[in-house]
T-cell receptor, first 117, second 116 residues
Framework: DTGVSQDPRHKITKRGQNVTFRCDPI?????LYWYRQTLGQGPEFLTY????????KSRLLSDRFSAERPKGSFSTLEIQRTEQGDSAMYLC???????????????FGPGTRLLVL | AQSVAQPEDQVNVAEGNPLTVKCTYS??????LFWYVQYPNRGLQFLLK??????LVKGSYGFEAEFNKSQTSFHLKKPSALVSDSALYFC??????????????FGGGTRVLVKP
């Protein structure tokens, strides 16, 4: 399968614990995005990378959240000191940009569902 | 700022009948528009997009969408719905202007239920 993969698919944690999610984009896609989706809502943008550079962050991304894409391939999203309000589906997407434009399609992974007790 | 509205939380349609899912958008510049479908406990699956050119865009699984600039709409359509089309549908927009960044802004989603 050459699609976007995410690990784990499900995570249950206790309030105050740290969690880390991984995303492997489609091979050679240079852009990688993280979104959060709560029940009954559309996905909301968190952050995006072009290669290893984090170029944009939403104000939804509090200082407890950090994302990395160290070698421009896979990415990790860490949430420190989790809160019950962090419970959501975390979606990763990737795209191939061949210029300065932004018309390319984002392809999504299956998501990581987080439940904070 | 960019935004998307999907005015219907749910659309019910009988199998074989036409299906329409409504979407309106707001951007500062010109829009790139996308439709995605989500099945239970799955990620979003790309259906089609409008970038420029012909206002009628054809996509996967027999879906199409019509871009209407004057009404700022991008409604998704399928001439003959299948039970397997039952899912959650999301419209998304990205503003062409560089200052808007590369993020997609999604609507709240419309649940489609196709009854046999």
């Amino acid at each position: 399968d050459t699609g976007v993969s995410q690990d784990p698919r499900h995570k249950i944690t206790k309030r105050g614990q740290n969690v880390t999610f991984r995303c492997d984009p489609i091979s050679e896609h240079n852009r990688l995005y993280w979104y959060r989706q709560t029940l009954g809502q559309g996905p909301e943008f968190l952050t995006y990378f072009q290669n290893e550079a984090q170029l944009e962050k939403s104000r939804l991304l509090s200082d407890r959240f950090s994302a990395e894409r160290p070698k421009g391939s896979f990415s990790t999203l860490e949430i420190q000191r989790t809160e019950q309000g962090d419970s959501a589906m975390y979606l990763c997407a990737s795209s191939l940009s061949v210029g300065s434009g932004s018309m390319e399609t984002q392809y999504f992974g299956p998501g990581t569902r987080l439940l904070v007790l | 700022a960019q935004s998307v509205a999907q005015p219907e939380d749910q659309v019910n349609v009988a199998e074989g009948n036409p299906l329409t899912v409504k979407c309106t958008y707001s951007v500062s510049g010109n829009p790139y528009l996308f439709w995605y479908v989500q099945y239970p406990n799955r990620g979003l699956q790309f259906l089609l997009k409008y970038i420029t050119g012909d206002n009628l865009v054809k996509g996967s699984y027999g879906f199409e969408a019509e871009f209407n600039k004057s009404q700022t709409s991008f409604h998704l359509k399928k001439p003959s719905a299948l039970v397997s089309d039952s899912a959650l549908y999301f419209c998304a927009v990205r503003d062409v202007i560089k200052a808007a960044g590369n993020k997609l802004t999604f609507g709240g989603g419309t649940r489609v239920l196709v009854k046999p």
